[in-house]
């Protein structure tokens, strides 16, 4: 038989344990006081240098994610995290905006060199030397960005021969490149016009474009966009004389990009977006139409044609289909010398306007606020890039957006190719090629003949959908 237990030494023992745990709890409590107090903000410093020293590299270096061609995503958790680093470390010089643009900003007394595609900067707001080209695309287009000029933005040499300036200016500099996939209306759009409202609309005028990589047609072929965000005539940086040195109160190098073919109002300094941008259009090229007319008779319908690539091959089909609806139909084809001003007022006079995906359907900028467009997606699960480039815009500029699928009896590929094939059985494999292969394939050998009865469906669609309250004068 075991001992009966002493109760008095059971409840010493408890007493014991019951103060050694509130010991340990205590002291855990002290130690977690003292991190917060001691370590805390050191570790979140670092943390938003080591944040911000990612995003700090030269754009070579800071854009590395791979992506399709023309496609794009909005900013990701972790680079809104990088963004807030950045604004932790006491905003850097040159800095990520999106996932295709970095821009480098500074405000003092900038001197700038446009034939060295250098920016001198008082040694108070930089002891390094930045570097970034002024274009927004993604480092993975080597063969484009090669040719896009870099540009320098260091402290004034330390010796004192600081660079006297020549001439003087009272408004900001803003440096962009010309470079890249220009000459490419879609383009055009989406890496430089777009980007370049984003940047320059806040000024209203009162700042000075520094061009890099000039194409003077291209200037040309924009000089009224161009009129409309400057008062100043554009200062071309590639013919600058050698000792031209142009003094500003601040320099922008590198344009602001958000999205394809849009502007996120939230991300605006007065909420400014893609409404405001077609409403500058419609000044710069004096359009008549800013809301498609309520039951306009005939509605007009222009088709998108094109010559080499995803051709309608039965054009006067669909043409007297259309007429038969009740379409007043227009035809054209945009290139790459169109007169812009002579393009813009046939897209804007357009209730409907319809075309194979590709470059020209850019031209949604100038159609009017509820006027529909269709695009025609081409055969080989292009869904995603049809979505991207144009469907995803659409919105934001008041459009009415429809898509007609083409088949694979639509498409000379079906001609091409047997009904067995990976390019028709297994067109997402095909994708996973890559790029080229899926532009080779898809894009570029493909041309279209789309079934005048379900595309007769598509256009009474987008006949249901025009306005039918009363509108602005059309």
């Known amino acids: 038989m075991k001992p009966a237990r002493n109760p008095s030494r059971i409840e010493a023992r408890r007493a014991g344990n019951v103060l050694i745990v509130a010991i340990v709890l205590m002291s855990l409590c002290i130690l977690s006081l003292i991190k917060a107090r001691y370590c805390a903000a050191p570790f979140a410093k670092s943390q938003a240098l080591a944040g911000a020293e990612t995003i700090l590299k030269s754009e070579e270096a800071a854009i590395t994610e791979d992506e399709d061609e023309e496609g794009e995503t909005t900013a990701t958790a972790r680079e809104?995290?990088?963004?807030?680093?950045?604004?932790?470390?006491?905003?850097?010089?040159?800095?990520?905006?999106?996932?295709?643009?970095?821009?480098?900003?500074?405000?003092?007394?900038?001197?700038?060199?446009?034939?060295?595609?250098?920016?001198?900067?008082?040694?108070?707001?930089?002891?390094?030397?930045?570097?970034?080209?002024?274009?927004?695309?993604?480092?993975?287009?080597?063969?484009?960005?090669?040719?896009?000029?870099?540009?320098?933005?260091?402290?004034?040499?330390?010796?004192?021969?600081?660079?006297?300036?020549?001439?003087?200016?009272?408004?900001?500099?803003?440096?962009?490149?010309?470079?890249?996939?220009?000459?490419?209306?879609?383009?055009?759009?989406?890496?430089?016009?777009?980007?370049?409202?984003?940047?320059?609309?806040?000024?209203?005028?009162?700042?000075?474009?520094?061009?890099?990589?000039?194409?003077?047609?291209?200037?040309?072929?924009?000089?009224?966009?161009?009129?409309?965000?400057?008062?100043?005539?554009?200062i071309d940086a590639d013919i600058e004389e050698e000792g031209e040195v142009h003094c500003f109160p601040r320099v922008i190098v590198g344009l602001r990009y958000h999205k394809v073919l849009g502007i996120d109002p939230a991300r605006t300094p007065t909420g400014y977006s893609m409404v405001d941008f077609k409403a500058m259009l419609r000044k710069a090229y004096g359009l008549e139409r800013s809301a498609a007319a309520a039951r306009r008779k005939p509605p007009r319908l222009l088709i998108i044609a094109r010559n080499k690539t995803r051709v309608f091959l039965n054009m006067q089909g669909m043409r007297d289909m259309a007429a038969g609806l009740g379409f007043d139909v227009r035809v054209a084809e945009p290139h790459k010398g169109t007169n812009v001003s002579d393009f813009a007022r046939l897209v804007n006079s357009a209730d409907v306007m319809m075309g194979v995906h590709g470059a020209g359907l850019a031209n949604m900028v100038f159609l009017p606020d509820g006027a529909a467009m269709i695009q025609v997606v081409p055969f080989g699960g292009l869904d995603w890039l049809a979505r991207e480039t144009f469907g995803d815009p659409a919105p934001a500029m008041r459009i009415e957006y429809l898509e007609y699928y083409i088949e694979a009896d639509e498409s000379t590929i079906g001609e091409e190719y047997r009904a067995d094939d990976p390019v028709i059985k297994d067109r997402y494999g095909v994708h996973k090629r890559g790029w080229n292969e899926i532009s080779r394939i898809y894009l570029e050998n493909q041309n279209v003949r789309p079934h005048l009865g379900r595309l007769r469906n598509t256009l009474v669609e987008a006949l249901k959908r025009l306005p039918k309250g009363r509108h602005a004068r059309g």
């Open 80 to 234: 809104i995290v990088a963004e807030k680093a950045v604004i932790v470390s006491h905003e850097p010089i040159c800095s990520r905006t999106s996932n295709r643009s970095v821009v480098c900003e500074a405000e003092g007394d900038v001197r700038l060199q446009g034939r060295l595609q250098t920016v001198f900067l008082p040694p108070s707001l930089t002891e390094r030397e930045w570097k970034s080209k002024p274009y927004c695309r993604k480092r993975h287009n080597s063969a484009t960005m090669k040719d896009i000029k870099e540009w320098t933005l260091k402290p004034f040499p330390g010796d004192g021969s600081t660079p006297e300036c020549t001439v003087n200016h009272s408004v900001p500099a803003l440096v962009f490149s010309l470079g890249g996939f220009t000459g490419n209306l879609f383009h055009d759009f989406t890496d430089v016009l777009v980007p370049l409202f984003i940047s320059a609309y806040r000024f209203r005028g009162k700042v000075q474009f520094v061009v890099a990589d000039n194409q003077d047609w291209w200037v040309t072929k924009f000089a009224l966009i161009f009129r409309q965000l400057s008062d100043y005539e554009i």
